[in-house]
């Protein structure tokens, strides 16, 4: 089991940009593939980034593409989710998660491994 803790979240105006930090405590997260998701009040949550063990490979929603950049510090253990440009649509609670392998990474169904999440607020 790999514990998962946010941070970076915030409020910040349209246009502006935020940095997610997720912190893991197990030693084996080098191997692990790594993702983001969000989910908004009354919505399902949905798939924003994820990056593979060795950061070879990244996936990005099309909502965000352009705009959020997934990165791993495996010497850190820490994954992060560079936003910017942010819009108002952006507003969510953001959940880090892992699994051992990055296939069918953009689904949550595939994680169980989860954080609490770190609440983004973004206004017009």
């Known amino acids: 089991q790999v514990q998962l803790v946010e941070s970076g979240g915030g409020l910040v105006q349209a246009g502006g940009s935020l940095r997610l930090s997720c912190a893991a405590s197990?030693?084996?997260?080098?191997?692990?593939?790594m993702a983001w998701f969000r989910q908004a009040p009354g919505k399902e949550r949905e798939f924003v980034a994820a990056?593979?063990?060795?950061?070879?490979?990244?996936y990005y929603a099309d909502s965000v593409k352009g705009r959020f950049t997934i990165s791993r510090d495996d010497a850190k253990n820490t994954v992060s989710l560079q936003m910017n440009n942010l819009e108002p649509e952006d507003t969510a609670v953001y959940y880090c998660?892992?699994?051992?392998?990055?296939?069918?990474?953009?689904?949550?169904?595939?994680?169980?491994?989860w954080g609490q999440g770190t609440q983004v607020t973004v206004s017009s």
């Open positions: 197990r030693r084996t997260f080098a191997s692990y593939a």
């Open positions: 990056i593979s063990w060795n950061g070879g490979i990244t």
């Open positions: 998660a892992a699994k051992p392998t990055i296939a069918g990474a953009m689904s949550a169904y595939g994680f169980n491994n």
